[in-house]
């Protein structure tokens, strides 16, 4: 009996190993602990780290965790990545605050720590290469407002309220409708945490309930992809949508006209800058405090223009 | 043949004793040998930074495992842990951050919202006869909504209570011994480990809990309130999941209300891989504490070794499978 048991940890832990990949000691060690892999966006992302870090010569690992909510497991992600003395660690937290502690001891183990898309509520990063998502937000409100022509009522479909994104977008469309459209009335803002079933029951339940909807704002694709799907199922009709990021599902919606445009940040660009910024803070680089990975709208007009396709994903 | 005799404890304890002997075993000696191999395939692995780091990530699961445990040895399933677990968390946010009220009511509400919550599973279950798989589901999803509710859908901070955070990151044993700086969070995981084992072996409600298990007709039969036992069971290890609650609350610093879900699973997970058996009767603490480590080290070392995350769950599945056929292939054997 003693010997079964054993004898299925060992055979496990063998069957483990066969499938290590060899660990090359003179290259520099660089994981990325992102918020996950529930939006090819986080594909798109490790893309971008990967063609960065082909370039530079270093390895990296990419991880996150199931799903946005499982703020304590990024963080033993995390605590196993800085096992292996990495020469920079890349971060996106899903909390801006609960990563802190870890982080601090990071750093004090003189690891530079790269912050990339959802920054964290400290200096300890050496830089955050991240999309103003602020300003991004705010272009979608102005483009909302320009189509539905300056006034009438507007709903969003959001992510969360945790991460650096959730707060940023919300808050970048909300004041941009506040500050520059007082005709435009904001009847709610609803959360999906980004996953596209349960943001498809929110964005109907908001239609629902107000037939009379004019526009509706989705923060990040879970989000988008909700909305388009409630406007298809409930068969409304004058709906302003706009969007976030890309995905098949959103440029077909945008191609079909179903949704009236999106913003979408560069994801690619995103995961590259984080790579370079890391092995640059390996040599002890001076970085500067945010590196700006731009964004841009783009609706049916210039959804194929090749500065348009570079960022989008599939 | 499972019969419980109540008027002979002396063989109840020793077959009890015997299970213990041979479960421990045969969970622990799996541990080593994947602590062993991993030592092995990885340098890096076998630091004390990252033996802490599995405990810590160890400390949540385990302290749900060991709640659902107790539930489980009697024969039922507790599918509402994980949010549960938010929960208690959230209430200890509302009672220290927004009521501003001082820490100890905070803990004292965590664990009493989990008791609380755990006393109702428990009526379902006793008094409405309810089949503990759906009373338990039906809680794990109120509680889920109501964790939502209650918070605002937004995460509570604790940076009002100071040293809030000091009950899971914090260490005693470091402030103690220096080279050792084990979190509370362990500390307070195997205290739980501790006080459950020796309420399951050496009090009444540990044994009608093995005997609820065993044959609840019989129990019933034999003059004994069952109903009253099986909600003092559920209590308990709703009270611990409310443990659970603070360390999670602690280790992050805040009650994250959307968290929970899919954690009573690898709760079971852990439950399963030490050796407690579902159909209820038998089962150890250790065999449960024992699986979750196993859980955590396996989880740890494949990220240690960089392999990738898709087969993580898929090599902790297989574990699981292998677990319980071996499990079944031994009860067969002795039978």
Redesign the interface.
Known sequence: ??S???L???I??????M???A?AQDELFIPLVSKG?QHQFWQAVQAGAEQAAAEEGVRI?F??P??E????RQ???L???????PAAIGFAAL?S??AI?LLRQAADAGIPIVAFDSGVDSDIPVTTATTDNRAAASLAADKMAELIGGSGTVAVVAH???SRTGIDRRDGFLDQIEAKYPDIQVVTVQ?G?GDQLQSTEVAKAILVANPELDGMFGTNEGSAIGVVNAVRELGTQGVTIIGYDSGKAQTDAIREGLMAGAITQNPVGIGYETVKAAVAATKGEDLPKIIDTGFYYYDQSNIDNAEIQAVLYD | MTTVTTNAPASIVSKILAALM?QR???F???I??LI??SF??P??M?M??MI?IL??TS?NGVLAIAATLVIITGGIDLSVGTMMTFCAVMAGVVLTKAGLPMPLGIIAAIGTGAFCGFCSGTFVAKLKIPPFIATLGMMLILKGLSLVISG???I?FNDTPGF?QIS?GSLIGDVLPFLPIPNGVLILFIVAGVASYILSRTVLGRYCFALGSNEEAVRLSGVNTDRWKIAIYALSGAIVGIGGLL?AS????A?P?????YELEAIAAVVIGGTSLSGGRGTIIGTLIGALIMAV??????????A?E?QTV?TG??II??VY?DM??RRKAA
Request: hydrophobic share 50%.
């Open positions: 009996m003693l079964r048991r054993t299925m940890g060992a496990s832990a063998a069957a483990l190993i499938g290590t990949p660990m892999f690992t991880e996150g199931d799903n909510t499982m703020v304590d963080i033993d992600m605590a196993a990545a800085l096992a292996n003395n909390d605050q609960a502690p969360d309220q945790t959360y945490q | 041979h075993l045969l969970a000696a799996s541990l040998v994947l191999v991993f395939a990885s890096n692995f630091q930074s990252n780091a810590q990530a949540v859908t937004r995460p901070y955070d990151r999670i280790r992050l610093n805040s994250q959307a968290l929970g879900l899919g396996l989880t740890n070392g494949l990220r240690v070794l960089s392999v995350q087969w090599v297989a574990i292998l677990a071996a292939m031994r």
